[in-house]
């Protein structure tokens, strides 16, 4: 099962590992496989085998011998992420990395999954990537967005649980 949640300048995505020629993003991700360890190489790196990296906006980066299903978390920096890359130390961040893993086999809240995904980010940076917290209310729609993606979404219930118009909203 794909799972894929969305947020205000971050996401984490669980879904099947694809292959992928060298490329970059304008944001951090992390990339978690805990099912088996796949082969990562950057534009600073030789080919390294692991099962968590996380690499810095703007470095390229390529994987492949990918088996099983992985867990990207990307955010946009609102500073700048100071390591290219780091192999993460994945006993260090064990119950994080569980978190990410049993995703595939249930449904969560955007407010968790975003919660875990800042404290792994954290752990491999040493200090928190958001500066700012998102607020509770645009959570709130997040989470309302994501049960109802299966049915009609409409503007005006969104601006409604937010308790905003829906100019404002």
């Known amino acids: 099962m794909s799972s894929f949640y969305l947020g205000i300048g971050r996401s984490v995505v669980v879904a ?3 292959e992928h020629q060298l490329h970059q993003h304008p944001t951090v991700e ?9 082969l990562f190489r950057s534009d600073t790196t030789e080919w390294t085998k692991t099962n968590a990296v996380a690499v810095g906006s703007g ?17 946009l920096p609102e500073r700048r992420w100071e390591m290219p890359v780091l192999f993460l130390d994945t006993e260090k961040s064990a119950e994080n990395i569980e978190f990410f ?37 645009v959570l709130d729609v997040l989470e309302r967005i994501q049960s109802m993606l299966a049915g009609r979404i409409r503007l005006k219930d969104l601006a409604y649980s937010a308790c905003l118009s829906e100019d404002r909203f």
């Open 16 to 18: 099947p590992l694809v």
């Open 30 to 38: 992390i990339l978690l496989a805990p099912e088996r360890p796949f």
């Open 59 to 75: 470095v390229s980066h390529q994987a492949r011998e990918l088996q099983g299903s992985f867990v990207s978390i990307q955010f």
């Open 101 to 137: 893993r049993a995703l595939s086999a249930r449904e969560s809240t955007c407010s968790e999954v975003f919660r875990r995904a800042e404290e792994l980010a954290t752990a491999c940076s040493g200090s928190s990537l958001a500066e700012r917290a998102v607020d509770a209310r």
